[in-house]
């Protein structure tokens, strides 16, 4: 009897001692991932943390990759006599940019918003909410943005008391992001492409797809123009151009009315004839090239004025 107690008290206390074992295994390798991300001094994981906690731009551009490589700060700084700064991110949608507008406009108001959108983004889908793993790392220095990562699960803030989950999948770009060489201070979040893979002298034409709207979308994207009203900030949201034709008329109508709602503005350049009309002007399809993206923030500078 005395045996088995013995044997019992022995494995509960190499179960304790595992338990422990994990989670200081968790809190070192965590904390010194999250140092690490947060040093990072190019790639997305720079851009994103200093837009949301140092940018005090005049004009703050807002938007996945069609975003961060259609629209050239630069330009539009010289043009317009207005610091600019671009936050998009490949791969990471309308949530994700309320999110990232949320982190600013607690800090700061500034003259203009550009989002960029692409009306299928208002639909339900379940990768829109899996991308909302970018914010992880922002969920205690950034409290805003835990109601936008508590929609990938209810059980979202559990898994955040271990350390390393908010950085799964990151260490590489944490290492290219402290080793890197791109100068992210010069571009001001603009990443040019080059060249073309459009092979086809016409657009595509794509069918639009049977889908529902998503309200927590709707509501995002209405929040924002909420609080651009209310504080005087001048909201545009723009379809920039795509090298495909697609049949968006229930979406424009309800970023239109938004938009009317709230004295903010929306520009649909999907199919804008000199962009649409001339291939040479896109990487691939969803995507302008540095010549287009020229052409375009010029266009954007122009409708600003």
């Known amino acids: 009897m005395l045996k088995t107690k013995n044997k019992y008290l022995r494995f509960v206390a190499n179960a304790i001692l595992f338990l422990f074992s994990i989670v200081i295994f968790d809190q070192l390798i965590g904390r010194t991932l999250k140092h690490y991300y947060f040093t990072s001094s190019s790639g997305d994981y720079y851009r994103t943390t ?6 005090k731009a005049d004009i703050i551009i807002l938007g996945s990759s069609r975003a961060s490589h259609h629209y050239i700060p ?16 490949d791969g990471n949608y309308l949530l994700f940019n309320y999110a990232v507008f949320k982190s600013i406009i607690k800090r700061h108001n500034p003259k203009v918003f550009i989002l960029d959108i692409y009306p299928s983004e208002l639909y339900q889908s379940e990768n829109s909410y899996e991308g909302l793993s970018s914010l992880l790392p ?11 990562i508590g929609l990938r699960s209810k059980i979202e803030k559990y898994k955040m008391f271990s ?12 290492c ?5 060489s791109y100068n992210d201070n010069k571009f001001k979040g603009y990443l040019p492409l080059y060249g073309t893979t ?11 797809e049977d889908k529902k709207f998503d309200v927590n979308k709707i509501n995002a994207i209405e929040s ?13 949201v723009v379809q920039s151009p795509r090298y495909s034709i697609v049949n968006q008329k229930e979406e424009n109508e309800v970023l239109y009315k938004i938009m009317t709602k709230y004295n903010g503005i929306y520009y ?7 962009f649409i009309n001339n291939p040479g002007l896109f990487r691939d399809v969803p995507h302008l090239n540095d010549l287009g993206a020229q052409l375009f923030t010029q266009l954007i500078i122009q409708k600003i004025k």
């Open 198 to 208: 459009i092979l086809q002298n016409k657009p595509l034409l794509n069918n639009a």
């Open 50 to 55: 200093y837009a949301m906690d140092s940018t």
């Open 163 to 174: 350390e390393v989950y908010p950085f799964n999948s990151k260490v590489i770009a944490i």
């Open 138 to 148: 922002y969920y205690y220095d950034n409290p805003e943005t835990q109601n936008i």
């Open 224 to 236: 924002m123009a909420l609080i651009c009203y209310q504080k005087s900030i001048r909201f545009i």
């Open 176 to 180: 290219k992001g402290n080793l890197g």
């Open 74 to 89: 630069k330009l539009m700084e010289d043009s317009l006599s207005m610091s600019c700064y671009n936050t998009g991110r």
């Open 268 to 274: 649909n350049l999907v199919n804008e004839p000199m």
